[in-house]
Nanobody, 123 residues
Framework: QVQLVESGGGLVQPGGSLRLSCAASGSIFKINVMEWYRQAPGKQRELVAGIRDGGNTHYVDSVKGRFTISRDNAKNTGYLQMNSLKPEDTAVYYC?????????????????WGQGTQVTVSS
């Protein structure tokens, strides 16, 4: 199995910055895609950013130029650097990954979710 653990959320003033981390553990052979989603109260979960194993990234329009997604393949860890935060960025942020795991005989696809970390932007 693969587990994802997020960290780095908190309360920040508008215009401030936060860096989220997502650490993957388990019998991971490869992380194909690592993504960050967010869900605000009363709204649907939305994809914020994603990064492929080759380094290609994509972002939702509302965060382009402010958020940067990255990954450290050696550590099986992904990051979301969030700058110039706005109140509308307030949400629970979730990490999601498309992974290949190896049990010594077979390869499996696993797509775990993290438990979420709260980001609140308020003065």
């Amino acid at each position: 199995q693969v587990q994802l653990v997020e960290s780095g959320g908190g309360l920040v003033q508008p215009g401030g910055s936060l860096r989220l981390s997502c650490a993957a553990s388990g019998s991971i052979f490869k992380i194909n895609v690592m993504e960050w989603y967010r869900q605000a109260p009363g709204k649907q979960r939305e994809l914020v950013a994603g990064i492929r194993d080759g380094g290609n990234t994509h972002y939702v329009d509302s965060v382009k130029g402010r958020f940067t997604i990255s990954r450290d393949n050696a550590k099986n860890t992904g990051y979301l650097q969030m700058n110039s935060l706005k109140p509308e960025d307030t949400a629970v942020y979730y990490c999601h990954a498309d992974t290949q795991v190896y049990d010594g005989i077979y390869y499996y696809t696993r797509e775990p979710w993290g438990q979420g970390t709260q980001v609140t932007v308020s003065s």
